[in-house]
């Protein structure tokens, strides 16, 4: 992608033990900032900003509008909604986002939610359904929280998911209600089984409307939205972490959503995907506290930026970077082989980390599960997604173009000693260095 | 390969023979030659190879949380039919007039008859709290609400520490957190291709890359943080791919990788893997099998779960033939594991999470029975869970005791009845001739 390359940029490669310090540079610095804002290196990004405050400025800027998604027309029967190559369309759009898109913050965000809200085509087999909860998270990912939580509860694929289409009066099912207090909200701990069954009656009666031949059944709703058929809701009083009334799926997701423990959880879990370390209890309660009064998501995310701390030392380098990180920066920084999109498929699959593909409600696995020997070996399999014949980059200007620039000397040293630019540009990708973020 | 212009003369080949040093890594006692190229390379040899050391465990990992209830069915009580209605399971292979094997589990029955299958009811942890996650986490540790290394991988740093690289392997894209110990470390594969990795057809020296690749881990000082630990694990890696190289070898027709999900892996696929590791001179001394399966079945039970059974019955089934075909059958116990058991009553279509599970037990060596004590239909807690009648640590306390030979105490930071589940006194040893990677 980068044919390009500024030659300032690439001079600021610098080997560690050679300038006799560890601390990181300035360019390195910049290039923390980029990664962790935006998803993938953005290359070219660091290359542009001048100083920290340039890059936080340029990785938060949304004033570009945003690309419009791609069309996906609602299936018209069962049997070609479950056409799984379908869910292509999302997927493509998204991971070329990832890549290009002029607002990288929302990336980081949108990458953040889906796996926070988690659905995945292991259970659901409906692409439609992704497509739909993709457009759902890019429309509410940089909006309001409690928004974004709302509609998630709403979304068909959620309802798929843990099952809360078939969660009605006479037969309670808890799958959602367990989920979204545990793993969305408040964390395990602030809520007794009874919260779960009270919250799981609470949310009856949501179904997802059937396509095609079956819509007779729900004639007057948009095929593959959720509609509420109230003879389903439990009308009951219940008593949902000691608020007790005829609740319904607003009311509980609005009790839900007051309890302290709910903003301090997910505004901890942002501060860990940004910084890449835990917020002190000083830091959480603070945060938690911005966050509860209006659940704006961006100005969560400037005070998780404006925090001294997230361009320290400490935090550059701090987390395992994930394969659909590692994957898109290489595509960002390197001219690519035109099958770039299978092949990268295949990567990602092979490590079990496609996006709309999680193994559980709970995500992605992350940190040091991400270091072990089957996916480190596989760390040489983008050798599949580089140009070939492979693009003859100088040694520093590979690492400058992934976005690396402070490098062992060991690591120079093995990246410079093959003499064919592929097996330099696949070791520089598979260096320790770009393993982290 | 395409070889830059500006430097015609130099091959890869040349190259890489001009590499020397820098390609061999020493680690922890082994000598390791480039990957995939040196399978008869000397290796240190393991001295006293302790208690243990000739059998293999293998672990069948039920995430979701297995509904036991219709895996070991108590069809010998109304009870169970008025709590699960059309979920119940009706024709279920009756073992003993109280309890029967889902009807797929035909494999598995066979064993029973056998004498090869011990079954182990109402197996729990206390206050469960019905979290998956927290209760992962209990079942991994080996601790209530537990944080912190894995129970075997604290049975791993208590037996061959460091030593062995191979001692513990996961059938699986990721390490798991069960074998994850202070100084062992884990291997994770998830098909015959070991740890090679996958390069498209261009690259034409693909061992060679990897070679390159080693020379990562040859840290000349112990880096600290995380930084070290990545390149320590690359040292791992490269030692452990080596030897798996020597022992696995890759089918020509490997499935192309599908687009989503497990793809083509099934638990059939992933227990041939483990087998072939088992009857290979690696012997590990754990292979936990994970990633099998969705057992979380709030809803569509009666079908998902049937099929689940099924998958289990293939696995087992072509794990033991692969073993007994090679003579190794009675240096292996297969068990199985899942966060919990589910709720007793029917949702419907499903059921909620619960509490107390059945596990099963199966090989030459286990004491076919009935374990442990069914939980009563009819007295369940305030949630209609089961009370669980067996301490999970139990459990684990006869695989340690009875199995792998060492004194449970010490794993699992307390004393826990064992159960007499598999058969006292010791495997004749395959003779003092015994081998690990080709060492004579």
Not at chain 1, 17 to 45: K, Y
Not at chain 1, 192 to 200: G, H, I, L, R, T
Not at chain 1, 423 to 428: D, E, F, G, P, V
Request: proline letters at 7%; one cysteine or more.
């Amino acid at each position: 992608m980068l044919l390009r390359f500024p030659e300032s940029h690439v001079a600021a490669v610098r080997s560690m033990a050679a300038s006799g310090t560890s601390s990181v540079s300035d360019r390195e610095r910049v290039s923390h900032v980029v990664r962790r804002l935006g998803v993938g290196a953005n290359a070219l990004s660091v290359s542009e900003a001048a100083t920290i405050d340039d890059a936080i400025a340029s990785m938060l800027d949304l004033r570009t509008p945003p690309a419009p998604m791609p069309g996906f027309e609602p299936p018209t029967d069962i049997e070609s909604a479950r056409t799984q190559q379908d869910i292509q369309i999302p997927l493509s759009h998204w991971l070329e986002q990832m890549v290009l898109s002029p607002r990288p913050i929302e990336e980081r965000l949108v990458w953040f939610w889906h796996d926070h809200f988690a659905t995945s085509t292991r259970k659901v087999r409906f692409p439609y359904l992704f497509w739909q909860q993709h457009a759902t998270v890019r429309q509410h990912g940089i909006g309001r929280f409690d928004e974004l939580l709302g509609a998630i509860a709403k979304d068909p694929a959620m309802l798929d998911y843990l099952d809360g289409r078939t969660n009605q009066a006479t037969a309670i099912n808890e799958n959602f209600a367990r989920e979204v207090m545990e793993l969305h909200t408040m964390g395990v701990g602030g809520y007794s089984q009874d919260d779960v069954v009270a919250a799981a009656r609470a949310f009856s009666g949501w179904v997802v409307a059937p396509g095609g031949d079956d819509r007779r059944r729900l004639p007057d709703a948009e095929p593959w939205s959720a509609v509420f058929v109230p003879v389903r809701h439990d009308t009951g009083q219940k008593t949902l972490l000691g608020v007790t009334g005829n609740l319904d799926m607003d009311d509980a997701i609005e009790i839900i959503l007051d309890q302290p423990a709910t903003a301090t959880t997910v505004a901890a879990k942002l501060h860990e995907e940004i910084i890449g370390l835990s917020p002190t209890a000083v830091t959480r309660q603070r945060l938690g506290a911005i966050f509860r009064a209006d659940w704006q998501i961006m100005t969560l995310i400037e005070e998780i930026v404006a925090d001294p701390i997230f361009v320290s030392d400490a935090a550059v380098r701090s987390r395992v970077r994930n394969p659909v990180e590692r994957l898109v920066g290489i595509v960002q920084g390197i001219e690519t082989h035109p099958q770039v999109g299978r092949t990268s498929m295949a990567i990602l699959n092979r490590v079990g980390f496609v996006p709309f593909s999680p193994p559980n409600p709970a995500g992605f696995a992350g940190g040091a599960r991400l270091l072990g020997p089957y996916q480190l070996a596989h760390s040489l399999d983008v050798a599949g997604i580089v140009a070939d014949p492979a693009p003859d980059y100088p040694v520093d200007e590979i690492f400058a173009r992934l976005g690396l620039f402070d490098v062992s000397e060991q690591t120079r040293d093995v990246v410079a000693a093959p003499p064919d630019p592929l097996s330099r540009i696949t070791l520089a990708a598979a260096s320790p260095e770009y393993a982290l973020t | 390969m395409t070889m830059p212009p500006e430097c015609p003369t130099v091959s890869r080949r040349q190259f890489l023979a001009g590499l020397g040093a820098t390609a061999a890594v020493s680690v922890a006692g082994y000598s390791v030659g480039i990957w995939g190229r040196n399978p008869a390379h000397a290796a240190t040899p393991i001295g006293d190879l302790g208690p243990g050391a000739d059998r293999t465990l293998v672990l069948i990992e039920m995430g979701g949380g297995n509904d036991a209830l219709s895996m070991v069915v108590p069809h010998g009580t109304a009870r169970y039919f008025d709590l699960r209605g059309n979920l119940a399971v009706s024709d279920a292979t009756d073992l003993d007039g109280s309890i029967g094997l889902h009807p797929n589990l035909s494999y598995t029955a066979e064993r029973w008859k056998q004498n090869d299958l011990a079954v182990v009811e109402g197996i729990g942890y206390p206050d469960p709290d019905l979290s998956h996650f927290s209760s992962m986490a209990t079942w991994w540790t080996g601790v209530p609400g537990g944080l912190g290394a894995g129970w075997l991988g604290r049975y791993l740093d208590a037996t061959v520490g460091a030593e062995d690289p191979l001692a513990g392997i996961v059938v699986g894209p990721g390490p798991s957190p069960a074998l994850s110990g202070e100084e062992s470390f884990v291997v994770s594969i998830q098909d015959d291709t070991g740890l090679r990795p996958s390069v498209p057809e261009w690259v034409d020296e693909p061992d060679e890359l990897t070679a390159m690749w080693a020379g990562f881990a040859n840290s000349p000082v112990d880096s600290p943080g995380l930084f070290g630990q990545v390149t320590s694990a690359i040292e791992q890696t490269v030692v452990a791919a080596d030897h798996l190289s020597a022992v696995l070898t890759p089918s020509e027709d490997a499935p192309a990788p599908q687009a989503q999900g497990r793809g083509a892996r099934t638990l059939a696929t992933d227990m041939a893997l483990a087998a072939q590791l088992v009857i290979s001179d690696i012997r590990p001394r754990v292979v936990l099998v994970h990633g099998f399966g969705d057992f979380d079945t709030h809803e569509g039970q009666a079908s998902r779960h049937a099929d689940l059974m099924t998958e289990l019955d293939d696995g087992i089934r072509a794990f033991f033939e692969i073993v007994e075909a090679a003579g190794a059958s009675d240096r292996v116990v297969v068990a199985t594991t899942s966060e919990f058991g589910r709720r007793a009553a029917s949702n419907g279509s499903g059921t909620d999470h619960g509490t107390a599970g059945a596990h099963l037990v199966i090989g030459d060596r286990v004491q076919g029975g009935r374990y442990g004590e069914s939980p009563d239909l009819s007295s369940l807690d305030n949630a209609g869970n089961l009370i669980h009648t067996v301490d999970y640590r139990s459990y684990y306390a006869s695989i340690l005791d009875e199995w792998l030979e060492v004194g449970h105490q010490d794993i699992l930071d307390g004393s826990f009845e064992t159960l007499g589940m598999i058969g006292a006194g010791h495997v004749a040893p395959i003779g003092a001739t015994w081998k690990r990677f080709g060492v004579r």
